[in-house]
């Protein structure tokens, strides 16, 4: 029976954030079909309160928006080809209380080898000793994850100028005059916009608990003196490594 998750309401969430506490992927060990099948019944970005479910969903988005580059004319791939397991998504808010997500036979006698809680009902009625075993695991995890070495990020990024008489040559200078920590720049090119207008496509690699791109952005790149050549700044694809 394929798993059933619904993502229109606070419990559903609730329930997948949960489900995603010991998962990277909705199915198996690598992203597949149900992962775009349950990330396609969102309809905006999920609360950062739901921690498990926002890392897979940014996750599945940086996959999505990796396969729409072209960089040094190599299409990037996806990175999401395997055919998965089959899942249910109810995106209503209406959310069962007897709902049960119960994962696929061949993923719960794998898992089953390493976890015994593989036959517990995701979506019933929790007890109190389930709902404590929960928080236990979600704090050794944030626990762990602290003491863990910082993951990194490989991000590319559109800049572009504010007409076609801005000298590309001085933009990219001042773009890789910004000096970080965990920040290192990589390849870039000149990619035609349009009206002799060419914007500056370039890579950079960051570790995320030391660089936020969006801090990056708005406080050093578009502000003086480096707003003088740069009109805006775009993400275009955003992976982690």
Known sequence: ?????????????????????????????????????????????????????????????????ISLVILNDFASSSGVSAEGS????EGSASFPEEAIATPPVAETKAAADEDDDSDVDLFGEETEEEK?????????????GKKKE????????????WDDETDMKKLEEAVRSVHLDGLLWGASKLVPVGYGIKKLQIMMTIVDDLVSVDTLIEERLTEEPINEYVQSCDIVAFNKI
């Open 1 to 65: 029976m394929a798993p059933t998750f619904y993502v229109g309401s606070e419990a559903g969430l609730k329930k997948l954030d949960e489900y995603l506490l010991s998962r990277s992927y909705i199915t198996g060990y690598q992203a597949s079909k149900d992962d775009l099948t349950v990330h396609a019944a969102f309809t905006k970005s999920p609360s950062p309160q739901y921690v498990n479910v926002s890392r897979w969903f940014n996750h599945i988005e940086s996959l999505l928006r």
């Open 86 to 89: 089959g899942v249910t998504v």
């Open 132 to 144: 404590k075993a929960a928080e236990d695991r979600a704090a050794a995890v944030k626990a762990s």
């Open 150 to 161: 910082s993951g990194k990020s490989s991000v590319l990024l559109d800049v572009k100028p």
